[in-house]
Every structure is written in C-alpha cells, then in structure tokens.
C-alpha cells in the first residue's frame, strides 16, 4: 500500500460535486429540518428567511459537518439536526452583515434588508439564531453547544472587530488574520468539529477536524477577498469593489498597501479612507494590486491556508470522503483562477 | 393561622425596594457575572455594552430570577450565572430594537446606535446573545437552556409580529396581547421559571413561576404602553409620543380607535397611517384616549394581569420574598398614576 500525498495543483481542474455528491442524501434530510424549522405564524419569518435560504447558496457549511461525519463513517442522524442548526447561525449573520455593510446584492439577487428592510431582516436573525440554539437543545449534546454557542460569540466579536478595523490603513495582516479567523473561520471549524462529538470520537479527532474546517475557512476567506479585486457582480454574485468602496481592509489592500510607493500609499490612503470610491479610481486599485502582485499573493496565503487543511484530516482512513473533502479545498483555493 | 390574601390596592405606596433589598447580596454577584463576561479583546465591545448595561436599568429580569430563587429556598450559586443570562438576552434584545425603532433616547440617555451607530448594536446585540448561552451551557442544564432558547425565538417572533403589525389600525387587542406575550412576557416567565430548575422542584413550581413571571411582564408593558400617553421624556426615560409618531399599535390607541365616533376614527387611521405626526396631533391623541377611558381601562387590564400573577404564586409559603413578589407586582402596575 502507497502512501497518498494530496498535494493543492493536480491536473483537472478541481470541483466540488464529489462532496456535493457524497451528502447529496443526508442533505435532503438537513434541506427538510432547515424548511421545517424555519416556519413560524409569522408569515414574514419564513418569506424573509427563505429568500436568503433557498437563494442559492452552496451551503458549505452543513456540507462539512455531513462530509466531516462521513469521513468518521458516522452511521447514526443526529448531524441533520445540527448540521441544519449550522446553517441558521450562518444565515443569521449573513442576514446581519447586510444590514451593517448596507449590501444590496448577495449571491446575484437583491438582499433582504433591501426587500423588506433592516429592521426585518435584524429580527430574522435573530429568530434563526434562537432557532439554531433551540435546535441543538432538542440534540442535548452540552459539548456541541459549547462549541457552537463559543462560535457565535468569537463570530460576532470578529465581526465587531472587522467593524472597528474599517477604513483604517495601518490594520496589517496579523490582525486582518484575526479578524478573518473569528468572522468566517470559527464557523467551518465548528461545523466540522461537532461530527466529531456526534460520532463520539476522541479529542484529537475533535482537533484535527476543527483544523481542517478552521484553515479551510481562512483559505476561503482569502480568496473571496481577492475576487473583489479581479471579478465583477456576474460571476462572484456580489457587486466587484464592494470591499473597496466600504473601506474594507482586506489583504489585497494591505499588501498593495504595504509593497507601494509613496504616492501609491497615498492613493491607498485617501482610497480607504473614502475620498476615493469613484469607478476610476476602483480601476486604479485594481491595477495597483496587480502591480504589486496583492491578489497572487493573497491567493498564495490561501493555498497555504489550503494545504495546511488538507494535511490536518491527512491521519483519517483513505476513501471518497477524505478524496471529496481535499478536493472541495483545492476547489476553494481555485475559484479565483 | 389565618389566611393571607394578597391584593392589589393597599394603603402605602407599593414599592420595588423589598425586592431589589430581597436579592442585593445575590445582584452584586449577577453584576460582577455580568461585568465579567461582557469583556472582549475588542475594546468596542465592552464599551458599548456598559453604557446600556451601566444605563440604570432596574435588572428587572434577573431580579426576577433571584426573588424566585429565595421564594423557594434555594442555597446554591448556579442562578448567579443563569440570571446574567437572562439579562444578556434582555440587553441584547434591547440594542437590537433600538435600531429596528430607529430610537434616540431610553433610560433618558442617548441610545447605543446613535453613539456608536446601527453596524455596531447589531454586532454587540449578537455577541451579547452567544454570550449568554455560552453562560448556560457552562451551567449545563439542558432544562435552562431549552426554556431560554426558546424564550429567544418567541421574543424575536414576537418582535418580527410587532413589526408587521405596525401602522395597522386594525389589529385588536387579541393580536396585541400575542405580540406583548411574544415580546416581553415570555422572558419575564423564563427568567422566573428557570429558579425552580435550579431549585430542583417539581413542574408544578416551574409552571407556577412562568405563570407569575408571564402576567407580570404583560401588566408590565401595558402600563409602559399607557404611559407613552400620560407622561413625558423626563419621567419615563423615554421620548414620549414616541410610540404614537411610530405608528406602534399599542392598546390605548386600540380601545381609543374601536370606542371612537367616526370622525375619531378617522384621526386615529390618519396618526396610524403616518400622516399625523406633529406635536398638535399627538396633544389630541391624549385628548382622545383621555375622553374614551383608554389608558384607565389599558391599567385596569394591566391590574388584572397583575392579580394573576399574584394568585399564581399564591401556593409558595409565604414570607419575605413572596411579599416582595407580591409588591413589585402591585409596583408594576401603579406606575402611571
């Protein structure tokens, strides 16, 4: 028997079906909890919410904890419920980040605070929130909602230190890691660690599989601030430069920023600080980031992010599942090429 | 032994300092609790969260948690954590609506979205609200976490029913007891329920608490519902009017609307609708609600409510912290006058 190095930069281009595929069944049950359990007498609730659930996300999110106990050989159902528990947290935030990034565009359609407005969509996560904690009681595992109750909270405290962060120029990669860290990598990591605690495995597998979520969260977090700088609303399903015209300190930025000229950081500056968010001058940046090599580099941190996830689920059995969850972070690390 | 009956309407002005004397030894312990656990590397964070928490509010809810506690002889710790919980939830909720209502002034201070603007109560609302289940689920009762988990989700149904309800002159008082026991009772009877877990007492306490604490919080907002019509900022904390300039369907715009002749009604669809929003027009909105009873018959309902949240508790042994339950009920509903 050989040993199977899985390295990023195979032939084919990478993709996600084989783990679309590999918990296309269980889905179906998590898809059916999440419809269930958004419903309400509040004919607003699921209207709002199912604008944004069934609005064509990937649902990378409850995938993990599907794949993760897949990758344990997990026979019994408790991740449906908790997998759908993962996903209302995500949805919540989501619906919380428009309302303080004041989005009008998300995965190509327009978001929920536009249509009905930010109070609703405020009150709306906040229902799919309590929904979620309710959803993991009915479980009962106090490991599980120490885990997910933990992500929450780093996730709102990265958000708020994202908020704190904006239009500030000197914010510097370690504490744009930090942020990214809580904000979007606590999640995967989360959703990937409680199969772990449902197929009652030991810490260390605990560990490793919060690791593989945990850097593949950072890895897609990169890429996604990238994107900003190199595509356009039709393909990403976000408006190109919203990053840009909010300020937002992103490592595209922060490298640009750093590797400039004297004049290109007062470009940067003056751009950051929102005296320039013209189209010409989101062009500039564009070409500043080039020059300066920001989105290949930042796409370099993520391979990195990428591989470093990859070898942490390295000591699980060989099989489809391990081969789906490597190939969803070659995947990850590819959509920006 | 002769029989105790408690009722509302005694000789000396009810008072809430039995009850807030009843639990200062166990308050300042919620309070270093609360102190504690609202701290973040992320200096906003605290910042924004002292200045509701540190903002004069009476910690209603825990002191709830607390006095049922003492009613039922409990000796141990647990409910310390457990009601800094609750009061999380409550200032959660709190920073949450102030931004749905787009509100300038409670507790006579300037609200947390105007300081540190919407973005950020949001974030700190969401925090705020991991925090507190990250508070239960390090005191691991599962009973806790499902009688608060959802207490959340029909607060925040509560408040998405409120929402739509707004600006409907229609709605009713039947619709309006559903939103205010959606929105502010059900944590008000959480808050007491959860003593009797921790107490380890037999369901009939839990349901005897819930039901003190449900018709509490219901006479509690409708006094706060009359008051927005009898009194003024300096008093109440608040702006007054406020709720008649929002369009909010409270129930004395509600007995004023279905008691009114038809040119009344008329004022009441055009204030509701939005077109009546100046000074003159609330004056006359107090004049209207004067002339059809409306907020005497809003505080006579709200005594009701209070006397059955008197009875419910009246099977506990009495004693010093009955009679302060008693009383901070008898407070409750005398506020107005």
Redesign the interface.
Known sequence: MSATIHRLGSERPPSLEPMLELVAPDMNLVNAVILDRMQ??????PELAGHLIAGGGKRMRPMLTLASARLLGYSGARHHKLAAAVEFIHT??LL?DD???SSDLRRGRRTANIIWG???S???G??L???S??L??ED?S?KV??IL??A??V???G???Q??ATRRIDLGEERYLEIIGAKTAALFAAACRIAAVVAERPEADELALDAYGRNLGIAFQLVDDAIDYVSDAGTMGKDAGDDFREGKMTLPVILAYARGSDSERVFWQEAVSGRRAADTDFAEAVRLIRATRAVDDTLARARHYGQRAIDAIGGFPNGAAKDAMVEAVEFAVARAY
Chains 1, 2 share one sequence.
Do not use: C, Q, W, Y
């Open positions: 309400s007498d509040i004919p607003l609730i919540a935030t919380h309302v303080v990034d930010n109070p609703a405020v009150l709306v906040d229902f929130f309590s929904r904690f309710e993991m009681v009962g106090l909602l120490k109750s933990n929450s909270a996730i709102a405290e958000e708020v230190n908020l704190t």
